[in-house]
Each structure stands twice: as C-alpha cells, then as structure tokens.
T-cell receptor
Framework: NAGVMQNPRHLVRRRGQEARLRCSPM?????VYWYRQLPEEGLKFMVY????????ESGMPKERFSAEFPKEGPSILRIQQVVRGDSAAYFC???????????FGQGTRLTVV | SQQGEEDPQALSIQEGENATMNCSYK?????LQWYRQNSGRGLVHLIL?????REKHSGRLRVTLDTSKKSSSLLITASRAADTASYFC??????????????FGKGTKLSVIP
C-alpha cells in the first residue's frame, strides 16, 4: 500500500504564473487535507476535502487559492498568479476516517522567483 | 494563536540518552498525535493518543497525555543519531459543521550527537 503521493516534489514558478500541486491519498482513504509550512514553522491547516466535496476551507486565502478532490483522480491544490509569499512547502495528508491518524506525503516545495 | 506548543524549542543530547519533549494545548481535544520531520522531508506519523488514554507505547517511544493540564509528553529512550529530527505535536479540532483539522506547534528540534 503506497503512502500519500505528492507531485511534483519541487516546483519553481515565476511571479504571476499558476502552480498546480497534486496529491494521491493512500488507498482506501477518502479524507484529504492540505497544509502549508513556512521555514522553521509548524504546519498550518488550509483545507479539508472528501470526494467531490470541500468540507472546510477556512485556512485557505480568500483569493487565488482553490482545491478540489474529484471523483476520479488526485486532489489538486491550485494557486493562481503566484507571489513570492506563496513560497513554502505544501503537504497533503489523508485518512480513512475523520478522527483517525492522518498520514502525510513528502510535500511539494514551491519556490516563486 | 497556537493550539500546540512544544517545549523545548531545541534539544541536544548524547546518543544513548533519553529525550523528553513536551506539548501544551489550550482547548479540549479528541486526539493528540506526534509526528517526526527530518530536515526538508515529509512528516512521519509516530503515535496517536486519544483523550481517554493516559499513556501509550510504541517501540522506544512513550507518550503521555494529561487532559487536566492540557499537556502531553513524548519520551524517546536510548536515543540514536537517526532520531535527529524535528518533532511536532498536533491536536485535533472538530467544528459543529463536521470539519476536522489538526493544529501543529512549531516543533522541537532534536539533535542526537553520536
């Protein structure tokens, strides 16, 4: 059973471009979470999704950020018109239920130049 | 404000010694989880302890939870150089809208000197 798979591992974007980060949860997991980590900081919650539903996006910036978890395929975190302040590590986690262990992927390190 | 706060921020010990890290939180929880993160890598899940549990073991790890003091501790016995990493506690929060999210502290950076 493969773990949570995120790609790409590293992503470089110029200011104003779009960044798409992908996350495939563990097999059998229908709950997906996205977190952002700034250098020397802990992880900050962004969004919680189940298949085809956004359950809680209270941690997402109001503009430029969106997330989806379609019926088929990976979850996508999309950042439009990236700015330097979006540079961070973005982690995806999945769990089989909402109140159990959450397993994290290796993260995508986004650098905006 | 931070829900989970780890203490100390940094800890340096000799190989073979025990390492103890503490976590305090503010609001009621259902579960508390500990994670390890090697530099520049993803998070590895170590252990989950539920609010009705007081102690849990996994190999060289021992986690305690005191809900009356809103605190938890992670003990790593007989430390190894490979234990060098940052350790985070994460507390859960359940909202009335059916949401569920983890709140992380800033972590304890553990260095084990061979």
């Amino acid at each position: 059973n493969a773990g949570v798979m995120q790609n790409p591992r590293h992503l470089v974007r110029r200011r104003g471009q779009e960044a798409r980060l992908r996350c495939s949860p563990m097999k059998g997991h229908s709950h997906v979470y996205w977190y952002r980590q700034l250098p020397e900081e802990g992880l900050k919650f962004m969004v919680y999704l189940q298949k085809e539903n956004i359950i809680d996006e209270s941690g997402m910036p109001k503009e430029r950020f969106s997330a989806e978890f379609p019926k088929e395929g990976p979850s996508i975190l999309r950042i439009q018109q990236v700015v330097r302040g979006d540079s961070a590590a973005y982690f995806c986690a999945s769990s089989p239920q909402w109140n159990t262990e959450a397993f994290f992927g290796q993260g995508t390190r986004l650098t905006v130049v | 404000s931070q829900q989970g706060e780890e203490d100390p921020q940094a800890l340096s010990i000799q190989e073979g010694e025990n390492a103890t890290m503490n976590c305090s939180y503010k609001t009621s929880i259902n579960n508390l989880q500990w994670y390890r993160q090697n530099s520049g890598r993803g998070l590895v899940h170590l252990i989950l302890i539920r609010s009705n549990e007081r102690e849990k073991h996994s190999g060289r790890l021992r986690v305690t939870l005191d809900t009356s003091k809103k605190s938890s501790s992670l003990l790593i016995t007989a430390s190894r150089a490979a234990d060098t990493a940052s350790y985070f506690c994460a507390t859960d929060a359940i909202s009335g809208a059916g949401s569920y999210q983890l709140t992380f502290g800033k972590g304890t950076k553990l260095s084990v000197i061979p």
